[in-house]
């Protein structure tokens, strides 16, 4: 396999032997390979523990032993939550505090509990072994290749197979969305141009509600406006995630290409219904494990 193609899977982060041998053949290791889906975390978090935190160090103390450049991809949801606009005094677009580099941890599920971990060991290699690693920690990814358990996928695979599409609650949680091409060109940008022992920030200024979002899909898919089922809410559902990217703006001159969000979610509904190869032998069991949790 060539230099540059050398691939590590989610269930293969521990196996220190494999894990050596690649890195030490690699000229860069850019860690994406978690598990990462909350609601799983919350059935059981151990794989979580195991995937996220151990793994993490298997890979870091590789990357040390060979003196090769980390970069460590993280999320937002290690800051915790912000509070809904609606909720603050003269609510409304642009208003409302944001994530930034210098935000406290307060992470509140086990998933992002064991990513703030994960980062906190990047933190203390670098400064105890001199590590060369960049952090990034970015907002919600949408758009081709998604896991069909996340919330963009499954709403579009489930009208695709003739499913109600399924929304949390109230819907008024807020995500800020980011399309995927824009997280990994900001990744190649730190990679190539970001200073060692730094942390930036991820998010393209795309803050909508859950069900706007839904209400979005379903009007691109010919859908009724009113055509989900509201379900049982996630428990402590983080309310709102927003992220300030000026750092990675400014210092590294990255902009997002996806502004219209619109766009790349019509973009990410027709790669879905041109693909059903891809997802359509798992959608089952991925609907099963959700009707089993009343969702
Ligand atoms: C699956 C599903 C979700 N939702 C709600 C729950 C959330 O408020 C929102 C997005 O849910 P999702 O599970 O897709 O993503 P988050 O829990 O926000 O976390 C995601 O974005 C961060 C940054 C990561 O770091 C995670 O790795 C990534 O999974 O939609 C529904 O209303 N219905 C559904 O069927």
């Known amino acids: 396999m060539p230099k540059d193609k050398v691939e590590l899977v989610v269930g293969d982060i521990c196996d220190k032997d494999l894990v050596d041998k690649l890195v030490s053949q690699a000229d860069a290791v850019v860690h994406y390979a978690a598990e990462s889906h909350n ?5 059981d978090p151990t794989p979580f523990i195991q995937t996220n935190i151990v793994g993490t160090s298997v890979l870091i103390n590789a990357c040390r032993k060979y003196d090769v450049r980390y970069h460590h991809i993280s999320t937002d949801e290690v800051y915790g939550d912000l509070p809904l606009r609606e909720d603050l005094p003269g609510h409304g677009e642009g208003k409302g505090e944001k994530f930034t580099p210098e935000s406290p941890y307060r992470p509140s599920s086990p998933y992002s509990s064991s990513k703030a971990s994960s980062d906190l060991l990047v933190r ?6 001199g590590l060369r690693a960049t952090i990034s920690n970015c907002s919600n990814n949408y758009g081709p290749y998604q896991h069909i358990e996340k919330f963009i996928p499954r709403q579009i695979t489930n009208i695709l197979s003739g499913i109600r599409p399924k929304l949390y609650g109230s819907g008024k949680n807020v995500r800020d969305w980011i399309h ?3 997280h990994s060109r900001a990744v190649w940008d730190i990679l190539t141009k970001g200073k060692i022992g730094e942390t930036y920030l991820i998010g393209a200024d795309g803050e909508k509600n859950n069900k706007e979002v839904l209400e979005m899909i379903l009007e691109l ?3 009724p406006k009113d055509a989900y089922d509201q379900v049982k809410d996630r428990p402590r559902h983080d309310l709102r ?4 990217a000026t750092k990675l ?9 996806f ?3 619109k766009t790349g979610l019509q973009h990410t509904i027709d790669w879905y219904t041109e693909h059903q190869d891809w997802w359509k032998d798992e959608k089952a069991a991925v609907e099963a494990k959700y009707a089993k949790n009343g969702q």
């Open 241 to 244: 995630y927003a992220i300030d």
């Open 249 to 257: 703006r400014t210092e590294l001159g990255w902009e997002p290409e």
């Open 221 to 223: 898919m010919g859908q």
């Open 180 to 182: 995927t091409n824009d």
């Open 259 to 261: 502004t219209d969000f």
């Open 39 to 43: 609601d799983n975390s919350l059935i």
């Open 124 to 129: 203390a290699w670098v400064r105890s072994f």
